[in-house]
């Protein structure tokens, strides 16, 4: 365990500082947007938060596979942290890009694929959270919690075409995410806080799979003593 | 066991006990009905708003009658603990999740067929569709709520907070199937060309066919691990 | 992994659908009266249990539980509430799986051929696994069918008179008592007629008469070859049926001879 909390606090450390030098490209060395002026500044936020929500449900359907198939408590436990982690970028996610819109195309919120896929994202792993806190037994909530991921994750691309159908028949795309062309130094600093963000992401899931297994074994310990006193 | 008796089977015992009791259909049935009455009294209707707004009404109340019926559809087999019995049987644990789908697609394409009828004359709805179509939407859609009801009904049989996770998670799961048969069904009730929404129910059956694959190998798994 | 499952599947579904007559005759030799068509009765013994153990989340539940049933004994465990009994009852069932060891029915390894192991036993236990909606001869169709045997209306009819249930049968189990679900239980186990009988408290909810009926059809269980396996808090009835006792404790569990129990009757 030593050894992986080196690891981990390494990776916190680096992740820390990747973020300020992303913070400090995107905020101050980049220059404003053309059209958009200081507000295109938050895409630094928004499309690193975005890409690793998506890495983290990816990061869980892989694990849930992996549960299903060798049945390791590491698995599953990385499938919730993977989860847990995932569901506040996505939140963040979220707002940041209703931030942007907001002054940007003058709505708050508008129903195209991309914010569509995004909230029933929110929305599954909402449920899948709330899903392993419902159901008392550990293994069975692994289990249930790791068919709702696969199933989650397979349907998240068919959402995605559906209402990207739904809208082009309504009407054209009056306006695509990726609308701006991106000025290089916009982009190096956009790749710098996704890489930042990425170790972030890999800092507190790790950091959540230890409270996790630490959990399990506080309650293992209090069940024992539970158990001895009433014997 | 034949596999395909085993669903007979399941079917018929469903079939047999809802025909007694006829607690689902009649919830399902009714609630919808409720929902419709709401919508009258919310939503400001004339005649050329109803129309356009009745496929996706339409789809609404469905989707709250698959909630309701198929939230429910697991919970016989609670009382007495009947899936104890059902998971030692010596039957293949996929030919039970087809057989309680085949059951539950008919209690709600009953309780459908029942409630649009009403449903055109609550709303004024002028109809010149053709009624095959549209059934085959109705069986399509369906079919995909079911799909995905009766698994998370499986799972919920042993959770806390069981009406409210329920429709939590297989909502969500559902858009797509919402969305193509609202589209269809406008297509349909307005007598477009069938090149308008051929798509919408060839996505309807592509993800039929999609997920009750993926719950029909995951059902053994859920049940027992 | 997935086109293993999915060959799997397209075999089982494969094999079931060229399922034919001689099948069909074995499976009712192997469930009803031919208790000669049953596997012979293996080395190990009917039911073998060789150190199983079953934590919930860490916390044991079972350890090193280790007890051999021949065919035609009966074998009944006793214990304290909480003491495992039940979930060791649910395991053999195959209706959880076990932390650790293993464990065999009739020569079939439990958990790793669950499903041929199922074939073997049949589980009474406290829910009566029948639906409410549907009267008592058609609970016994429905389990009958589903263990793939055809069903005979007199023999059904015939079970239910014996089990005190003969002016019910057109009746919903819904109005039923819960000894007359119990009963029910008894009846559909008589009609099964499995190798191994598991039964969790058998005589909770029963009558006198009730009592002695169950007591009855094990003898004749016993009789015919069958073995038992049943949990109890019932001393006096228990030991008129009983080959052997364990005890429960601690996670495991302790034999201890009919004749001492009977003597003693220092069971908790």
């Given amino acids: 365990m030593d050894l992986l909390q080196k690891w981990r606090n390494a990776i916190g450390m680096t992740a820390w500082g990747v973020l300020a030098a992303g913070l400090y490209l995107s905020l101050v060395w980049a220059p404003a947007d053309y059209y958009q002026g200081e507000v295109a500044r938050i895409m630094n936020l928004h499309v690193p938060l975005a890409k690793v929500s998506l890495l983290a449900y990816f990061v869980a359907f892989v694990a849930s596979l992996l549960y299903i198939w060798k049945r390791g408590a590491l698995a599953d436990n990385l499938a919730h942290a993977s989860v847990a982690t995932g569901i506040v970028f996505t939140l963040a996610a979220i707002l940041t890009g209703a931030i942007w819109g907001k002054p940007t195309w003058n709505v708050w919120w508008?129903?195209?694929?991309?914010?569509?896929?995004?909230?029933?994202?929110?929305?599954?792993?909402?449920?899948?959270?709330?899903?392993?806190?419902?159901?008392?037994?550990?293994?069975?909530?692994?289990?249930?919690?790791?068919?709702?991921?696969?199933?989650?994750?397979?349907?998240?691309?068919?959402?995605?075409?559906?209402?990207?159908?739904?809208?082009?028949?309504?009407?054209?795309?009056?306006?695509?995410?990726?609308?701006?062309?991106?000025?290089?130094?916009?982009?190096?600093?956009?790749?710098?806080?996704?890489?930042?963000?990425?170790?972030?992401?890999?800092?507190?899931?790790?950091?959540?799979?230890?409270?996790?297994?630490?959990?399990?074994?506080?309650?293992?310990?209090?069940?024992?003593?539970?158990?001895?006193?009433?014997? | 066991m034949n596999f395909f008796s085993v669903i007979g089977l399941i079917v018929w015992k469903d079939g047999l006990s809802e025909l007694r009791s006829r607690e689902n259909i009649s919830s399902m049935f009714f609630f919808a009905l409720l929902t419709i009455f709401i919508f009258n009294f919310s939503l400001p209707l004339d005649q050329r708003v109803a129309q356009t707004l009745a496929p996706g009404l339409i789809w609404i109340a469905f989707s709250f009658t698959g909630v309701i019926g198929l939230g429910r559809s697991f919970l016989a087999e609670r009382d007495n603990d009947c899936l104890e019995a059902l998971l030692n049987a010596p039957v293949p644990k996929g030919a039970l999740y087809l057989g309680k789908l085949l059951g539950n697609f008919l209690f709600m394409l009953t309780a459908e067929v029942l409630l649009f009828p009403l449903f055109i004359l609550f709303f004024n709805l002028e109809v010149n569709a053709n009624p095959g179509l549209l059934l085959l939407v109705f069986i399509l859609g369906t079919l995909g709520l079911a799909a995905l009801g009766t698994l998370f009904s499986a799972m919920m049989v042993q959770v806390r907070a069981r009406e409210?996770?329920?429709?939590?998670?297989?909502?969500?799961?559902?858009?797509?199937?919402?969305?193509?048969?609202?589209?269809?069904?406008?297509?349909?009730?307005?007598?477009?060309?069938?090149?308008?929404?051929?798509?919408?129910?060839?996505?309807l059956a592509v993800f039929d066919l999609i997920f009750i694959v993926i719950a029909f190998w995951t059902f053994e798994f859920i049940l027992e691990g | 992994m997935c086109v293993t499952r999915l060959y799997a599947s397209i075999e089982s579904i494969g094999r079931e659908i060229t399922w034919n007559s001689s099948d069909l005759k074995n499976c009712i030799e192997n469930s009803f009266p031919g208790l000669q068509a049953a596997p012979a009765p293996p080395a190990r013994g009917m039911i073998a249990v060789e150190h199983l153990s079953k934590e919930y989340q860490h916390a044991a539940v079972l350890r090193d539980v280790t007890l051999s049933v021949n065919a035609g004994e009966c074998y009944a465990l006793f214990g304290a509430n909480g003491a495992g009994k039940t979930t060791l009852l649910r395991i053999l069932a195959t209706l959880q799986r076990p932390s650790g060891g293993r464990f065999f029915l009739g020569g079939v390894d439990g958990v790793a051929q669950r499903d041929a192991a199922r074939q073997l036993f049949s589980l009474i236990a406290h829910g009566s696994h029948h639906y409410d909606e549907l009267t008592a001869l058609e609970n016994l169709y429905f389990s009958i069918r589903l263990h793939g045997a055809k069903p005979d209306e007199d023999a059904c009819q015939t079970v239910l008179e014996r089990v005190g249930l003969g002016d019910f049968t057109a009746s919903r189990v819904r109005v039923f008592s819960s000894g007359m679900k119990k009963r029910l239980a008894f009846a559909r186990a008589m009609l099964l007629r499995p190798a191994i009988l598991f039964l969790d408290e058998p005589y909770a909810a029963l009558d006198e008469s009730g009592m002695a009926l169950i007591n009855t059809f094990l003898a004749e269980h016993s009789e015919a070859g069958g073995t038992v396996l049943m949990t109890s808090h019932n001393r006096f009835m228990t030991a008129q049926v009983a080959h052997r006792v364990g005890i429960m404790e601690g996670g495991r569990v302790n034999e201890m001879g009919v004749a001492e129990m009977r003597r003693r009757h220092e069971l908790f």
Avoid: N
């Fill in chain 2, 164 to 203: 409210v996770m329920f429709p939590i998670l297989m909502l969500p799961l559902a858009v797509p199937v919402l969305i193509a048969a609202v589209q269809a069904t406008a297509g349909i009730l307005q007598g477009s060309p069938w090149a308008q929404y051929g798509s919408w129910i060839s996505l």
């Fill in chain 1, 110 to 231: 508008t129903w195209d694929a991309r914010l569509v896929s995004f909230a029933v994202l929110l929305l599954l792993m909402a449920g899948y959270l709330m899903l392993r806190s419902f159901v008392e037994e550990r293994e069975r909530a692994a289990r249930y919690a790791a068919v709702l991921a696969i199933i989650g994750f397979i349907d998240l691309p068919i959402i995605h075409l559906s209402v990207t159908w739904w809208r082009t028949l309504h009407q054209p795309a009056s306006f695509s995410a990726k609308g701006l062309s991106i000025a290089p130094d916009m982009l190096a600093a956009i790749l710098v806080m996704t890489v930042g963000m990425v170790l972030l992401y890999v800092y507190l899931t790790l950091l959540y799979c230890r409270k996790l297994a630490l959990a399990a074994q506080l309650a293992a310990k209090s069940e024992q003593r539970l158990r001895e006193a009433r014997l």
